[in-house]
């Protein structure tokens, strides 16, 4: 299985810039194409599609929101951050089977 | 609009079976893959297996195989699972969501919370 790995959490001040990281186990792409994908869930609800295929935005989702990376090493970066983006991020690979998840990172408020 | 509705929370006995519901609306259920995640209690994501909406076809999580079954009534365009002889590592939020493509997940079902307790 492709192991994801993020760290559990960041604290961040509002109006700042926050990068959280994913690193994968094997290499996501496939012809130029990253099969990961980021997400945000608050508590009580379900996870929230944020950016799709490592960099392109979700339908309604801010621009504040961008998302980077190739191979094995990718970032969701939120900048500026607003107080609705506290909440949990995991990244997601669909290169192979299982899809797996990163273990989350806790966005926190310093 | 897409809308994924799952049932309502259960409560199950030890040993016992549930059959999880995920009806869908606003697109073409045939067309698309439907996953099941289960997420316990403050912890990650897991994938369960998806199926397809238009043959029934499936690919299920090792971890998984055994557990659950994923089954589809396209007339309904309902996708169901089968989680089986429950104990209390099956205690969690299960969610359905559809794939697109690329098979990321684009909408989610609200979840629904099963418990195993005696």
């Known amino acids: 299985d492709i192991v994801l790995t993020q760290s559990p959490a960041l604290a961040v001040s509002l109006k700042q810039r926050a990068t959280i990281s994913c690193k994968t186990s094997?290499?996501?792409?496939?012809?130029?194409?990253?099969?990961m994908h980021w997400y945000q869930q608050k508590p009580g609800q379900q996870p929230k599609l944020l950016i799709y295929?490592?960099?392109n935005l979700a339908s309604g989702i801010p621009a504040r929101f961008s998302g980077s990376g190739s191979g094995t090493d990718f970032t969701l970066t939120i900048d500026p951050v607003e107080a609705d983006d506290i909440a949990t991020y995991y990244c997601?690979?669909?290169?192979?089977?299982?899809?797996?998840f990163g273990g989350g990172t806790k966005l926190e408020l310093k | 609009e897409v809308q994924l509705q799952q049932s309502g929370a259960e409560l199950v006995k030890p040993g016992a079976s549930v059959k999880l519901s995920c009806k869908t609306s606003?697109?073409?259920?045939?067309?698309?893959?439907m996953s099941w995640l289960k997420q316990m209690p403050g912890q990650n994501i897991e994938w369960i297996g998806d199926?397809?909406?238009?043959?029934?076809?499936?690919a299920y999580n090792q971890k998984f195989k055994g557990k659950a079954t994923l089954t589809v009534d396209k007339s309904s365009s309902t996708a169901y699972m089968d989680l089986s002889s429950l104990t209390s590592e099956d205690s969690a939020v299960y969610f359905c969501?559809?794939?697109?493509?690329?098979?990321?997940?684009?909408?989610w079902g609200q979840g629904v919370m099963v418990t195993v307790s005696s």
């Open positions: 969501s559809r794939e697109d493509n690329n098979y990321y997940f684009d909408y």
């Open positions: 199926i397809y909406g238009g043959n029934g076809g499936t």
């Open positions: 606003g697109y073409t259920f045939s067309n698309y893959y």
């Open positions: 094997q290499n996501v792409d496939i012809f130029g194409i990253s099969y």
């Open positions: 295929e490592g960099s």
């Open positions: 997601q690979q669909s290169k192979d089977y299982p899809r797996t």
